[in-house]
Each structure stands twice: as C-alpha cells, then as structure tokens.
C-alpha cells in the first residue's frame, strides 16, 4: 500500500522542483517527465565521448540510471543542467576506462543537432559548434576526450589524468597533439575558424 501511495504522488510538471521530489519518491511518470526533458542535452554529452549511436545510448542510460539513483542528494540551489552533465560526463569517461576502445570510428554531426553549450564555453560559441565538432570527431578517441574534457567540459589536465588513470605527461601530450592536429584540420577545412583554438589554455 505504501509503495503504491507513493508512486501516485502528485507533481506539477512545470514546477521543476515537484517534478524531482516526485522522482525522489519514485514517480514513474515523473521520472519519465525529467528523463524527457532533459533527454537531448544528456544525448549530446555522450555522443561527444563515444564512438558509436549503440556506445552512446549504453552511456546514456547509465547516465540517468545514475541520475535517478542520486536524485535525493541533490541540491537545488545549483543547476540542475550542470548537476547532471557532471554525472553524464563522469559516466562516460568511466565508460572509457572500462573498454579503453581505442578505434577512429566516426560519429555524424546528426547527432549533435542537440548539442548544448553553457555560457562559460566561450570559445566554441553557437556559429562554430557544428564546424568545430566535426573536426573534433575526426582525432584519434584519447585525443577527442582528453580535448573535450579540458576545453568543453572544464577538467584540469591533472584532473584528467586522475580520472584516466594515466600521468600526467601523458595526459598533457595527448592534449596539445589534439590541439595542434585541430590546427591543422581548421587550417585545411575551415580557415576562418583555425584561430580559435589557439584561444584556449
């Protein structure tokens, strides 16, 4: 009887705030509301960091598996949005640990219609995202994460090799190859935009 009474808690699905208190309490409809409205910015952070639409959709729904489970401890004084890329992005980047898949698959810019930039990612900037992604998708798989752990998702290059499990010489050679392979490939394919790379730390 409890768990049925819970399940029926009632939520308002333009109250943000009702909507994961009803998820806390194990609202099927309510996490089916989260999980859709925050479906296509989770779906972007995967597709950056995998290889694959199946690698991604895994990813994913670990993700929000992840997400759901967590819920109870988050805190709504901080953004939501960055609450659950922190989660997404940690997801994927154990993902990688796991299968180390060290394979050049490419991944269409279809699946990017969706990509999402906070404000702080001034350098990639809503003109340049799809020109910039599809070059970024075109480097080896370590240098594409390593690159989009530091320049898109803010990790400090010892960070990175924390979560990598590899030093930091490594890390920080993986780095600036990926950026001067970007370089180059900006150079060739869109020379108006070369120059934003240098931009970055």
């Known amino acids: 009887m409890m768990n049925s009474f819970i399940h029926r808690i009632l939520f308002d699905p333009h109250n943000f705030q009702s909507v994961v208190q009803a998820c806390v309490a194990g609202n099927?409809?309510?996490?089916?509301?989260l999980f859709?409205?925050?479906?296509?910015?989770?779906k972007s952070i995967c597709f950056r960091y995998t290889a694959s639409p199946e690698e991604a959709e895994e990813v994913l729904n670990e993700g929000f598996l992840k997400v759901f489970n967590n819920?109870?401890?988050?805190?709504?004084?901080?953004?939501?949005?960055?609450?659950?890329?922190?989660?997404?992005?940690?997801?994927?980047?154990?993902h990688?640990?796991?299968?180390?898949?060290?394979?050049?698959a490419w991944v269409s810019l279809d699946h990017f219609s969706d990509f999402d930039l906070d404000d702080s990612d001034d350098v990639l900037n809503q003109t340049a995202t799809q020109e910039i992604?599809?070059?970024?998708?075109?480097?080896?798989p370590i240098y594409r994460t390593v690159f989009l752990m530091n320049a898109v998702d803010g990790y400090a290059l010892n960070e990175i090799s924390e979560l990598l499990n590899?030093?930091?010489?490594?890390v920080r050679s993986h780095y600036f190859r990926a950026r001067q392979e970007l370089r180059e490939r900006l150079a060739q394919?869109?020379?108006?935009l070369s120059g934003r790379i240098g931009q970055m730390n």
């Open 28 to 33: 099927r409809s309510a996490q089916r509301e």
């Open 36 to 42: 859709k409205k925050y479906f296509s910015y989770g």
């Open 71 to 94: 819920l109870g401890k988050y805190d709504p004084d901080y953004p939501f949005k960055a609450w659950l890329r922190t989660i997404m992005v940690n997801t994927a980047i154990s």
């Open 96 to 104: 990688y640990r796991k299968t180390r898949k060290y394979n050049d």
């Open 133 to 140: 992604l599809q070059v970024i998708q075109q480097l080896r």
């Open 166 to 170: 590899m030093n930091n010489a490594t």
């Open 189 to 192: 394919e869109y020379p108006h």
